[in-house]
């Protein structure tokens, strides 16, 4: 079946460092990729998606690149803040029917100001 | 627009009792599910529905039950709830084939059995 694997953390940064989060994935056909994050206390907020081998989202600074070849989704932002300080989750869907969302299991980072 | 809408926050059981956990969306979705999260295993599916009278089982659906007789609501029941059973639990909705096509989650309930 579809899985996820991501790093495990706590991922510790000092403010504006380079972040990377692996992720990588098992799947047949060709899933969406997506990273969500959950900030404490709150639920999970999308926070860039692709649909395709070589799409790169990006959003708030955050990119991912759907590599097929590798099938990989790994997360960077160039310039970390404080506020990032959050859970990032890797995710896959499925394109059929309900497209039910399988989820890494979390990547905890810090960012030290 | 209050998005999607969870109650209650926190809930404290005994072994054997049951209760609902309540989600609510007024975004006018038609896909619901229902999502629960354990420390270093992510989020699994429970149950989900693609419409107002259809359910189906996700990864996880033993010991929960679900209902969808509206389009905004979709409880989630403990009919006898087991320590295994605690977890924080997450509501989702989410429009297909709309422009953003994204799911919006819920602020969560974590619940505890004792």
């Known amino acids: 079946g579809n899985s996820v694997t991501q790093m495990e953390g706590p991922v510790t940064l000092s403010e504006e460092a380079f972040l990377t989060i692996n992720c990588t994935y098992t799947?047949?056909?060709?899933?969406?990729l997506f990273w969500y994050v959950q900030y404490p206390g709150e639920g999970l907020q999308l926070l860039l998606k692709a649909t395709k081998a070589d799409d790169k989202g990006s959003n708030k600074g955050f990119e991912a690149t759907y590599r097929k070849e590798t099938t990989s989704f790994h997360l960077e932002k160039g310039s970390v803040q404080v506020s990032d300080s959050a859970v990032y989750f890797c995710?896959?869907?499925?394109?059929?029917?309900?497209?039910?969302?399988?989820f890494g299991t979390g990547t905890r980072l810090l960012v030290s100001p | 627009n209050a998005g999607v809408t969870q109650t209650p926050k926190f809930q404290v059981l005994k072994t054997g009792q049951s209760m609902t956990l309540q989600c609510a969306q007024d975004m006018n979705h038609e896909y619901m599910s229902w999502y629960r999260q354990d420390p270093g295993m992510g989020l699994r599916l429970i149950h989900y529905s693609v419409g107002a009278g259809i359910t189906d089982q996700g990864e996880v659906p033993n010991g929960y039950n679900v209902s969808r007789s509206t389009t905004e609501d979709f409880p989630l029941r403990l009919l006898s709830a087991a320590p295994s059973q605690t977890s924080v639990y997450f509501c989702a909705s989410r429009e297909p084939g709309s422009r953003t096509d994204t799911q919006y989650f819920g602020p969560g309930t974590r619940l505890t059995v004792l």
């Open positions: 799947a047949t056909g060709y899933p969406s």
């Open positions: 995710a896959l869907s499925d394109r059929t029917g309900f497209q039910k969302l399988v």
